[in-house]
């Protein structure tokens, strides 16, 4: 997403379609598909770009070259990842549905039922982002463990200026990508784990609950689940109800789940 000038690219026509039907009441908002590697956009124009849950997908060296190519001198690229939704409370009144036989499905659905549809040979999300590369290699890399007092006045500077970046990319469109609470958290003096002079890591969890049609929904959305409604000829909606049905397995007396999620976010500047 180029999200200066309130530009979004994508690749998928789909998506498109829905960020459209989302997005109906904003006048400024405008889309593009096309590629990531070949940016519709002038040369050092864009403020900033945010790439959500697309690290493990793409060459990260062939894309940076386009984020430096599209960037403003100082311009922010955004990497937003999430982990698997890790149950910790159930309500109802299921007999054979406890805590732990829950997660226990959703590994074997992550695990069995996807087996081999997964892609991430970069290992960006199980690394929590923590292995990609520098943007700008050639700048000094820092200890993880920041000296705060050699950084302090440079980390207040970069995280007010972390703040406006996450409050401008934080459109309400289906889930927030981040409520104002986990902006202040994310921006606090703290400074997350400090790569480089101008890449930072943060990381925090998010707790919600869901209904297992609403899980199964969330699990739609990874890219295990698409691979394979085409390798066996079914919908979504198809698969939803098979995923339902592999959480639920016939307890009936399940009504919601409370999940709490890892989040993470790699931060640069040009």
Same mark, same amino acid.
């Given at each position: 997403a ?8 994508d ?6 379609s829905?960020?459209k039907?989302?997005?109906?009441k ?28 697309i690290?493990?997908f793409i060459d990260i060296?062939?894309f940076f070259?386009e ?5 403003r001198?100082r311009?922010?690229i955004?990497f937003?990842g999430?982990?698997?939704?890790n149950?910790?409370e159930?309500?109802g009144? *299921? !007999?054979n549905s #406890?805590v732990e036989e829950i997660n $226990?499905r959703?590994?074997?659905i992550?695990?069995k039922?996807f087996?081999? /549809?997964?892609?991430?040979r970069?290992h960006f999300n ?7 590369p520098?943007l ?6 820092l200890?993880s463990?920041p000296?705060?007092s050699?950084?302090?006045d440079?980390c207040?500077?970069?995280d007010?200026?972390l703040k406006k ?6 459109q309400d469109c ?5 409520d104002e609470?986990?902006i202040?958290r994310?921006?606090?003096?703290s400074c *997350? !784990?400090?790569? #480089?002079?101008q890449?930072?890591? $943060?990381?925090?969890?998010v ?6 049609p609403? /899980? ?8 295990a689940?698409?691979?394979y409604?085409?390798?066996h000829g079914?919908?979504s909606e198809q698969?939803?109800?098979k995923?339902?049905e592999?959480?639920?397995?016939g307890?009936?007396?399940i009504?919601r ?5 890892e ?7 040009n």
């Amino acid at each position: 997403a180029v999200v200066s000038t309130q530009s979004t690219g994508d690749y998928s026509p789909a998506q498109i379609s829905l960020g459209k039907q989302l997005s109906a009441k904003i006048d400024n908002v405008h889309f593009h598909q096309g590629s990531i590697y070949n940016l519709p956009v002038t040369d050092n124009s864009v403020d900033c770009i945010v790439g959500v849950m697309i690290a493990q997908f793409i060459d990260i060296p062939f894309f940076f070259a386009e984020v430096k190519r599209v960037l403003r001198p100082r311009g922010v690229i955004m990497f937003h990842g999430k982990g698997s939704p890790n149950v910790v409370e159930v309500e109802g009144t *299921g !007999e054979n549905s #406890s805590v732990e036989e829950i997660n $226990k499905r959703i590994v074997y659905i992550k695990t069995k039922l996807f087996k081999g /549809l997964f892609h991430d040979r970069t290992h960006f999300n199980p690394m929590k982002y923590s292995n990609i590369p520098a943007l700008h290699p050639e700048r000094t890399v820092l200890t993880s463990s920041p000296d705060k007092s050699r950084d302090s006045d440079s980390c207040g500077e970069s995280d007010q200026s972390l703040k406006k970046d996450l409050a401008v990319t934080n459109q309400d469109c289906g889930e927030r990508l981040l409520d104002e609470s986990c902006i202040e958290r994310l921006s606090d003096d703290s400074c *997350g !784990e400090r790569l #480089s002079d101008q890449c930072v890591r $943060k990381e925090w969890n998010v707790t919600r609950w869901y209904t297992l049609p609403q /899980l199964a929904d969330y699990m739609l959305t990874w890219s295990a689940a698409g691979k394979y409604c085409k390798l066996h000829g079914i919908t979504s909606e198809q698969l939803k109800e098979k995923l339902v049905e592999m959480l639920r397995c016939g307890d009936k007396g399940i009504s919601r789940v409370r999940c709490s999620a890892e989040r993470f976010l790699w931060y640069s500047r040009n």
